[in-house]
Protein backbone atom coordinates (compact mmCIF):
# COMPACT_ATOMS: atom_id res chain seq x y z
CA UNK A 1 0.00 0.00 0.00
CA UNK A 2 2.83 2.49 -0.99
CA UNK A 3 0.53 4.91 -2.39
CA UNK A 4 -0.41 6.54 1.14
CA UNK A 5 1.71 9.82 -0.39
CA UNK A 6 -0.64 10.60 -3.27
CA UNK A 7 -3.00 11.61 -0.63
CA UNK A 8 -4.05 14.92 0.71
CA UNK A 9 -2.35 15.63 3.48
CA UNK A 10 -5.56 15.47 5.39
CA UNK A 11 -6.44 12.40 4.32
CA UNK A 12 -2.89 10.94 5.57
CA UNK A 13 -3.84 11.21 9.10
CA UNK A 14 -6.03 10.30 11.55
CA UNK A 15 -8.93 12.66 13.02
CA UNK A 16 -7.94 14.07 16.10
CA UNK A 17 -11.05 15.35 18.33
CA UNK A 18 -10.91 16.09 21.86
CA UNK A 19 -12.36 12.87 23.12
CA UNK A 20 -13.54 14.77 26.90
CA UNK A 21 -16.36 16.45 25.10
CA UNK A 22 -19.86 15.10 25.58
CA UNK A 23 -20.45 12.19 23.49
CA UNK A 24 -23.28 14.28 21.65
CA UNK A 25 -20.59 17.03 20.53
CA UNK A 26 -18.11 14.41 20.02
CA UNK A 27 -20.44 12.39 17.82
CA UNK A 28 -21.57 15.98 15.92
CA UNK A 29 -17.78 16.89 15.72
CA UNK A 30 -16.93 13.86 14.14
CA UNK A 31 -19.43 13.05 11.53
CA UNK A 32 -18.50 16.92 10.47
CA UNK A 33 -14.96 16.28 9.72
CA UNK A 34 -15.63 12.87 8.29
CA UNK A 35 -17.95 14.64 5.57
CA UNK A 36 -15.16 17.25 5.30
CA UNK A 37 -12.65 14.55 4.05
CA UNK A 38 -15.17 12.49 2.05
CA UNK A 39 -14.99 16.28 -0.29
CA UNK A 40 -11.70 15.49 -0.18
CA UNK A 41 -11.76 12.32 -1.72
CA UNK A 42 -14.14 13.61 -4.22
CA UNK A 43 -11.79 16.21 -5.63
CA UNK A 44 -8.91 13.68 -5.09
CA UNK A 45 -10.47 11.46 -7.94
CA UNK A 46 -11.97 14.56 -9.83
CA UNK A 47 -15.42 13.30 -9.13
CA UNK A 48 -18.20 15.94 -9.55
CA UNK A 49 -20.35 15.00 -6.07
CA UNK A 50 -23.21 16.94 -7.93
CA UNK A 51 -23.64 14.25 -10.72
CA UNK A 52 -25.52 11.22 -10.64
CA UNK A 53 -23.97 7.99 -9.13
CA UNK A 54 -21.25 9.98 -7.94
CA UNK A 55 -21.17 8.27 -4.72
CA UNK A 56 -21.01 4.34 -7.18
CA UNK A 57 -18.10 6.33 -9.25
CA UNK A 58 -16.56 7.18 -6.27
CA UNK A 59 -16.52 3.90 -5.17
CA UNK A 60 -15.35 2.62 -8.25
CA UNK A 61 -12.12 4.86 -8.64
CA UNK A 62 -11.09 4.37 -4.96
CA UNK A 63 -11.03 0.23 -5.95
CA UNK A 64 -9.10 1.35 -9.55
CA UNK A 65 -6.58 3.15 -7.60
CA UNK A 66 -5.86 0.48 -4.98
CA UNK A 67 -6.18 -2.34 -7.44
CA UNK A 68 -9.32 -4.06 -6.43
CA UNK A 69 -10.49 -6.19 -8.77
CA UNK A 70 -14.11 -5.87 -8.49
CA UNK A 71 -14.60 -3.29 -10.62
CA UNK A 72 -12.17 -3.74 -13.30
CA UNK A 73 -13.33 -4.27 -16.39
CA UNK A 74 -11.06 -7.67 -17.86
CA UNK A 75 -8.43 -7.12 -20.04
CA UNK A 76 -8.60 -10.88 -21.68
CA UNK A 77 -5.61 -12.11 -22.04
CA UNK A 78 -6.25 -15.51 -23.44
CA UNK A 79 -3.85 -18.00 -25.18
CA UNK A 80 -0.19 -16.54 -26.81
CA UNK A 81 1.86 -13.63 -26.23
CA UNK A 82 1.03 -10.82 -23.87
CA UNK A 83 -0.24 -8.11 -25.52
CA UNK A 84 1.13 -5.21 -26.44
CA UNK A 85 -1.31 -2.93 -26.19
CA UNK A 86 -3.19 -2.67 -23.12
CA UNK A 87 -5.90 0.09 -22.16
CA UNK A 88 -3.31 2.24 -20.40
CA UNK A 89 -1.05 2.02 -23.49
CA UNK A 90 -3.86 3.07 -26.24
CA UNK A 91 -4.79 5.85 -23.11
CA UNK A 92 -0.63 7.01 -23.37
CA UNK A 93 -0.51 6.33 -26.95
CA UNK A 94 -3.39 8.83 -27.38
CA UNK A 95 -2.65 11.42 -25.24
CA UNK A 96 0.93 11.46 -27.19
CA UNK A 97 -0.01 11.69 -30.62
CA UNK A 98 -2.55 14.41 -29.59
CA UNK A 99 -0.54 16.74 -27.73
CA UNK A 100 1.56 16.53 -31.01
CA UNK A 101 -1.23 17.18 -33.67
CA UNK A 102 -1.74 20.64 -32.52
CA UNK A 103 1.02 21.28 -34.89
CA UNK A 104 0.99 18.37 -37.47
CA UNK A 105 -2.07 15.68 -38.47
CA UNK A 106 -2.28 12.60 -36.47
CA UNK A 107 0.24 10.14 -39.42
CA UNK A 108 2.88 12.74 -38.81
CA UNK A 109 2.21 12.98 -35.26
CA UNK A 110 2.62 9.24 -35.28
CA UNK A 111 5.87 9.20 -37.71
CA UNK A 112 7.38 12.29 -35.10
CA UNK A 113 7.00 9.39 -32.14
CA UNK A 114 8.70 6.92 -33.70
CA UNK A 115 11.24 8.94 -34.93
CA UNK A 116 12.38 10.02 -32.16
CA UNK A 117 13.59 7.16 -29.79
CA UNK A 118 15.39 9.66 -27.83
CA UNK A 119 12.07 10.77 -26.19
CA UNK A 120 9.63 7.98 -26.79
CA UNK A 121 11.75 5.05 -26.99
CA UNK A 122 10.67 3.44 -23.94
CA UNK A 123 7.10 3.76 -24.56
CA UNK A 124 7.16 2.94 -28.25
CA UNK A 125 10.33 0.92 -28.84
CA UNK A 126 11.06 -0.69 -32.33
CA UNK A 127 7.01 0.12 -33.47
CA UNK A 128 7.20 1.25 -36.99
CA UNK A 129 4.92 4.92 -37.93
CA UNK A 130 2.54 2.69 -39.86
CA UNK A 131 1.87 0.26 -36.96
CA UNK A 132 1.87 3.15 -34.67
CA UNK A 133 -0.91 5.04 -36.96
CA UNK A 134 -2.98 2.07 -37.54
CA UNK A 135 -3.02 1.44 -33.41
CA UNK A 136 -3.59 5.04 -32.63
CA UNK A 137 -6.48 5.44 -34.92
CA UNK A 138 -8.30 1.93 -33.19
CA UNK A 139 -7.54 3.89 -30.22
CA UNK A 140 -9.33 7.33 -30.91
CA UNK A 141 -11.75 5.24 -32.20
CA UNK A 142 -12.34 3.44 -29.11
CA UNK A 143 -11.99 6.67 -26.71
CA UNK A 144 -14.80 8.17 -29.38
CA UNK A 145 -17.34 5.41 -29.44
CA UNK A 146 -16.87 3.56 -25.88
CA UNK A 147 -18.46 5.79 -22.95
CA UNK A 148 -17.88 2.89 -20.56
CA UNK A 149 -13.95 3.05 -21.56
CA UNK A 150 -13.95 7.02 -21.48
CA UNK A 151 -15.78 6.47 -18.04
CA UNK A 152 -12.87 4.28 -16.64
CA UNK A 153 -9.85 6.32 -17.87
CA UNK A 154 -11.15 9.67 -18.22
CA UNK A 155 -13.90 9.84 -16.05
CA UNK A 156 -14.41 12.32 -13.14
CA UNK A 157 -16.09 15.47 -13.70
CA UNK A 158 -16.96 14.60 -17.28
CA UNK A 159 -19.80 12.50 -18.60
CA UNK A 160 -19.16 9.40 -20.20
CA UNK A 161 -20.32 11.06 -23.30
CA UNK A 162 -18.00 13.99 -23.31
CA UNK A 163 -15.67 13.69 -26.53
CA UNK A 164 -13.95 17.14 -27.51
CA UNK A 165 -11.19 19.05 -26.21
CA UNK A 166 -11.73 18.68 -22.86
CA UNK A 167 -11.32 15.02 -22.60
CA UNK A 168 -8.10 15.25 -25.00
CA UNK A 169 -6.70 18.10 -22.47
CA UNK A 170 -7.59 15.23 -19.92
CA UNK A 171 -5.75 12.53 -21.86
CA UNK A 172 -2.55 14.51 -22.31
CA UNK A 173 -2.90 15.63 -18.45
CA UNK A 174 -3.03 12.16 -17.17
CA UNK A 175 -1.08 10.02 -19.20
CA UNK A 176 1.18 12.29 -22.03
CA UNK A 177 4.43 12.09 -21.86
CA UNK A 178 6.03 14.07 -18.88
CA UNK A 179 9.69 15.89 -19.84
CA UNK A 180 12.25 14.48 -17.50
CA UNK A 181 12.61 17.89 -15.74
CA UNK A 182 8.86 17.25 -14.51
CA UNK A 183 9.27 14.00 -13.04
Request: net charge positive; with cysteine.
Amino acid sequence: MGKMRDWPADLRKKINIRQSQARDEFVAEYIVECSRRIQLLFGFFGVSPSLKGSWEYLIVRLCNYWDIPGFQLPNAQGRGAPRRWTDTKNCELFADVMAKTQKMSDHAACVYISKNTAKYGQRYLSIKDKTLHRQFLRAKKRIRTDPIFRLQYFGGGLRPTDYGPKLIQEAIERYGLRSKSKQ
